[in-house]
């Protein structure tokens, strides 16, 4: 098949195959790596099942923080009946004491930034 | 008739792998295979149109002129309407890319007083078309977080961008609980907004709901749809997006492997919706991606004045000239007294 101006358009097909393959270029050859999240040792259960950690902790903290800044209310009743101190840098960072083994594993893996750390602090780590 | 079709078929694109998934746990299908094999198909498809459309010859200037063209130096040229030369073209060719030019200058027809007609301005089609095309930039540029790793920094300050207003959406969720977070991505609303005012646009306007057809309102809804199932997985049902990327990681390092824990059938619909639409691309007017730069009504140089250009199909005509048959007869028309133009 006669394909004329052909420098033109090869190069054009070469400019789409690379930039909607991208993810491809960059990937091959490479074994995904997976995040490695550190459970705190001594404890066995979180504030919520895990299921709806894992999913929608965002959420819950974002409850939390409505409710403690906007209404005064420190007291969070899990499912299980367990009353728990609304808290990121005392309730949530007791167990997960590492952010850098626990948080910033998923976060740093899918990309996201939460603004969190924009106002609090979190717990010196050990180096 | 053609909207009521390219709905049904919407439809049961939504429902083939719900069932699949959930009552058929068809999951390696719908996760691994149709993805790769929509993928293939759209790359290998687009790049092969492309190079069936260039098997064709272009061998005359037949740009689309819309204002002076070069001439006396006296006269004013419009260089971008009417290029003569290659800056000139791709001057033209940004704009019209990028910035959908053409559908700038797009009018409306309308009465006035009683008969008289008049042409409005009507830029509507313009803007949504460009809302449209570049939220759906962002949308797949933001995505990307799932097909690389680490994600890149630019990636990422787009998608910062993105969520600039840092708004949570206050909406009742389950459990007396809010859906929230995360931040709303501005893009996502605004291509499922621009993508249903251009459905409404067909619907709406008489003159444009009787030119469209199945393959006008089929990919409109399957965007709508997709965009549908990706706000619905972000903000309501908080698909585990982790382990999402655990599987779209394993696809683009070519070594496909299920996540061991579970992933919400929306993700499953969602990636089905996309699939289709990657591989129902090259088919499809979609192509439009790859068919902007290859207008030859808007790529080329209008030229046709200083070049001569020749068609590649002419059949080869045998000349005989005036100085080949001088050469042919020279002594007998000497004798005969008839003038030559070189003596022999």
């Given at each position: 098949m006669k394909i004329y101006d052909k420098p033109v358009i090869v190069i054009g097909v070469l400019i789409f195959l690379a930039i909607f393959a991208f993810p491809l270029w960059t990937a091959l050859g490479t074994t995904p790596p997976q995040p490695k999240v550190e459970l705190p040792k001594?404890?066995?259960?979180?504030?919520?099942?895990t299921e709806y950690m894992k999913s929608s902790h965002m959420q819950l903290l974002n409850e939390w923080r409505d409710s403690v800044v906007r209404d005064g209310n420190r007291v969070w009743v899990s499912h299980t009946g367990k009353q728990y101190n609304m808290?990121?840098?005392?309730?949530?960072?007791?167990?997960?004491?590492e952010k850098s083994k626990f948080c910033d594993q998923c976060h740093n893996y899918v990309g996201v930034v939460p603004f969190c750390w924009d106002c609090h602090t979190y717990p010196k780590e050990a180096k | 008739m053609s909207f009521i079709f390219s709905l049904v078929a919407v439809t049961v694109l939504v429902l083939v792998p719900l069932v699949g998934v959930t009552?058929?746990?068809?999951r390696w299908l719908f996760g691994v295979v149709v993805p790769y094999a929509a993928v293939a198909t759209f790359l290998i498809g687009v790049s092969y149109r492309v190079l069936k459309w260039s098997?064709?010859?272009?061998?005359f200037r037949i740009p689309t002129t819309c204002g002076q063209a070069k001439g006396l130096p006296w006269i004013k040229t419009n260089k971008l309407d009417n290029p003569c030369s290659l800056p000139a073209v791709i001057g033209r060719m940004f704009l019209e890319v990028f910035l959908f030019r053409s559908l700038f200058r797009n009018t409306r027809m309308e009465y006035h007083q009683g008969p008289k007609v008049r042409y409005g301005s009507s830029k509507w089609l313009w803007l949504f078309g460009l809302l449209f095309h570049y939220s759906f930039l962002v949308v797949l540029i933001r995505h990307l977080r799932f097909f690389t790793?680490?994600?890149?920094m630019w990636v990422q300050i787009v998608e910062h961008i993105d969520t600039f207003f840092e708004m949570g959406l206050p909406l009742p969720g389950p459990d007396g609980l809010y859906v929230g977070l995360p931040l709303l991505a501005q893009s996502g609303v605004i291509l499922l907004a621009a993508a249903t005012l251009l459905f409404l646009r067909r619907v709406v306007i008489a003159q444009v709901r009787y030119i469209s057809i199945a393959g006008d309102w089929f990919p409109l809804l399957l965007i709508i749809f997709i965009a549908k199932t990706g706000i619905i997985m972000r903000?309501?049902?908080?698909?585990d997006v982790v382990t999402v990327k655990k599987l779209t990681m394993s696809l683009v390092a070519l070594k496909p492997e299920l996540p061991a824990d579970p992933i919400s059938f929306m993700f499953y619909i969602h990636i089905f919706l996309v699939s289709f639409l990657f591989a129902y691309f090259p088919f499809s007017k979609l192509m439009h991606l790859g068919g902007v730069w290859l207008s030859p009504t808007r790529n080329l140089v209008n030229n046709s004045r200083e070049k001569r250009h020749i068609n590649p199909w002419n059949p080869e005509v045998k000349f005989h000239t005036y100085a080949e048959y001088e050469d042919d007869f020279r002594e007998q028309m000497i004798e005969a007294g008839i003038p030559v133009e070189k003596e022999a």
């Open positions: 001594d404890m066995k259960e979180c504030v919520a099942p808290s990121l840098t005392n309730e949530c960072l007791r167990c997960h004491n | 009552v058929a746990d068809l098997n064709s010859p272009v061998p790793e680490p994600v890149p903000y309501v049902l908080k698909v």
